[in-house]
């Protein structure tokens, strides 16, 4: 089991560009999670889903960051344009069910 | 939505005493409770968790405590050792989704 895989683990960038953010769920878990880890804010949930469907994005903060799930084994989350203030390390979950949430190491977002 | 608050934010303690760490939270939907070990550079890692029918569950070490009548729950960690240095979090779940606390960073000192 590798867990699940996000990348890049560091990503810097400028205001203005758009970012995307990869995750890896772990295989058979039908449950995916991104959250957002800041010192002021600490762990945010972002938006879940369940079957490849979104479920709940009453977490994401602005029509800026969007978040997609194609297929059971990927997900991504999607900053345009970025700014200075996204600057947090995002992270992904998975579990199956109601299970307990494995989460990935992160990627370490800078915006300049 | 959920409120989850964590004491103390920083806890020092000697190698081999015990540590405790406290949360309480809002919402009396709130079924699970987990605790998170993140360390340096990694994502949260789940170290115990325990649902809302009971009140203890111990794992080694580790114990953690739940009160839903005053929506308190506790983690103890016994004979603390130089490895349980990390950042510590709780967290409640309502349906699947899962609020934490602000953490609180366990330092043992050897």
């Known amino acids: 089991d590798a867990g699940v895989i996000q990348s890049p683990r560091h990503e810097v960038t400028e205001m203005g560009q758009e970012v995307t953010l990869r995750c890896k769920p772990i295989s058979g878990h039908d449950y995916l999670f991104w959250y957002r880890q800041t010192m002021m804010r600490g762990l945010e949930l972002l938006i879940y889903?369940?079957?490849?469907?979104?479920?709940?994005d009453s977490g994401m903060p602005e029509d800026r960051f969007s978040a997609k799930m194609p297929n059971a084994s990927f997900s991504t989350l999607k900053i345009q344009p970025s700014e200075p203030r996204d600057s947090a390390v995002y992270f992904c979950?998975?579990?199956?069910?109601?299970?307990?949430?494995?989460f990935g190491n992160g990627t370490r977002l800078t915006v300049t | 939505g959920e409120n989850v608050e964590q004491h103390p934010s920083t806890l020092s303690v000697q190698e081999g005493d015990s540590a405790v760490i406290k949360c309480t939270y809002s919402d009396s939907a709130s079924n699970y409770f987990p605790w998170y070990k993140q360390e340096l550079g990694k994502g949260p890692q789940l170290i115990i968790d325990i649902r809302s029918n009971v009140g203890e569950k111990k794992d080694q070490r580790i114990a953690v405590t739940l009160n839903k009548t005053a929506k308190h729950f506790s983690l103890h960690i016994t004979e603390t050792q130089p490895e349980d240095s990390a950042v510590y979090f709780c967290?409640?779940?309502?349906?699947?989704?899962?609020?934490f606390g602000a953490g609180t960073t366990v330092t043992v000192r050897a």
């Open positions: 889903f369940n079957n490849n469907v979104p479920i709940d």
């Open positions: 967290a409640a779940r309502v349906d699947y989704k899962l609020s």
């Open positions: 979950a998975s579990s199956v069910g109601n299970s307990p949430l494995h």
